[in-house]
């Protein structure tokens, strides 16, 4: 079965800090990984998929298949970064975590 | 292109009564999800359609039905509703040979009182 985990509900730093929001999956064929971000108000929005090894707003994620994570990474922390961030496997999704960057 | 719209916004009904919330894809997408986004979690996955068939259903009651139309935008149907029901029910789009990437509406606000 698909499953994804976000084992934080919650995550604080200081801007300018380094942050990592993870994610774990469990699926037993070729995953389909994504990162989707919420702002306050706004619709959610894809912010990253893994096939495209892309970096956008200085975010990147790594697929880790030995570990089966999708953690997503950004060296330096702004405070318009503060959203809601969803890791998602195909069209399942993670809890969530609430990223709040602190000036 | 708007994006993905859905109707109404927010709506209020009384235990018992049924629901239709309405979503329009964005032009070119021909496959719509469904999912109910409870405070505090991640979005759950209801129904997929694409080309007006089911091709996917999460762990969701019989109360809860979907078709899609010939242009291929989408309703959800909840019958008996519940009190448990309320959510935000989102409405995503895709184009199946474009990956999985999803576009989402705004959603519809169900308060069940």
């Known amino acids: 079965a698909q499953r994804v985990t976000q084992p934080e509900k919650l995550l604080s730093v200081f801007k300018g800090a380094p942050v990592e929001l993870k994610c774990n999956y469990s699926y037993s064929g070729s995953p389909e990984l994504f990162w989707y971000v919420q702002y306050s108000r706004q619709r959610l929005q894809l912010l990253l998929r893994h096939i495209s090894r892309e970096s956008i707003k200085g975010f990147t994620a790594d697929l880790n298949k030995g570990e089966t994570s999708f953690h997503l990474k950004k060296p330096f922390a702004q405070e318009e970064d503060s959203a809601m961030y969803y890791c998602?496997?195909?069209?399942?999704f993670g809890a969530g975590t609430r990223l709040t960057v602190k000036p | 292109d708007a994006g993905v719209t859905q109707s109404p916004t927010h709506l209020i009904k009384t235990r018992g009564q049924h629901v239709t919330l309405r979503c329009s894809p964005i032009s070119g997408h021909k496959s719509v999800s469904w999912y109910q986004q409870v405070l505090g979690q991640g979005p759950q996955f209801i129904f997929q359609?694409?080309?007006?068939?089911?091709?996917g259903r999460g762990n969701f009651p019989d109360r809860f039905s979907a078709r899609q139309f010939p242009n291929y935008s989408s309703e959800l149907n909840v019958n008996a509703l519940l009190l448990g029901d309320s959510a935000l029910y989102l409405c995503a789009s895709r184009n199946p040979g474009r990956s999985y990437e999803q576009y989402f509406g705004p959603g519809t606000r169900l308060t069940v009182t």
């Open positions: 359609y694409y080309e007006k068939e089911e091709r």
């Open positions: 998602a496997l195909s069209g399942r």
